[in-house]
Nanobody, 129 residues
Framework: VQLVESGGGLVQTGGSLKLSCAASGLTDAFSNYLMAWFRQARGTDRIFDRDLVAAISWDGRTEYALSGRGRFTISRDNAKNTVYLQMSTLKPDDTAVYYC??????????????????WGQGTQVTVSS
């Protein structure tokens, strides 16, 4: 299984970025997976330290962490096995490594990072002041 993120980079405060995550090798159809974006500040690599940014279920329900509500939009294209995160009005506090994650079940809180089965390698987002 591979989740490959792209779209990160350096942007000024107030700018926008769109992250993409392409999935391959999944054991079930992509449309059956709950997909999420997490982020993690530098200095740690533990999955426990990753914070939910947004999640989207197989039926299109979305959940946003308070930090990104009104600024971030998660979406998915099941035909392309891809999930997106459109980020706008970016702030320096949004600086982090952003990870794509996937899981099959919906029995645990979206926010519980260890509940996800698959993770991408991450893409760096840096917002300059």
């Amino acid at each position: 299984v591979q989740l490959v993120e792209s779209g990160g980079g350096l942007v000024q405060t107030g700018g926008s970025l769109k992250l993409s995550c392409a999935a391959s090798g999944l054991t079930d159809a992509f449309s059956n997976y709950l997909m999420a974006w997490f982020r993690q500040a530098r200095g740690t690599d533990r999955i426990f330290d990753r914070d939910l940014v947004a999640a989207i279920s197989w039926d299109g329900r979305t959940e946003y962490a308070l930090s990104g509500r009104g600024r971030f939009t998660i979406s998915r294209d099941n035909a392309k096995n891809t999930v997106y995160l459109q980020m706008s009005t970016l702030k320096p506090d949004d600086t982090a490594v952003y990870y794509c994650a996937a899981r099959r079940h919906d029995t645990v809180s979206y926010y519980f990072s260890p509940s996800y089965d698959y993770w991408g390698q991450g893409t760096q987002v840096t917002v300059s002041s």
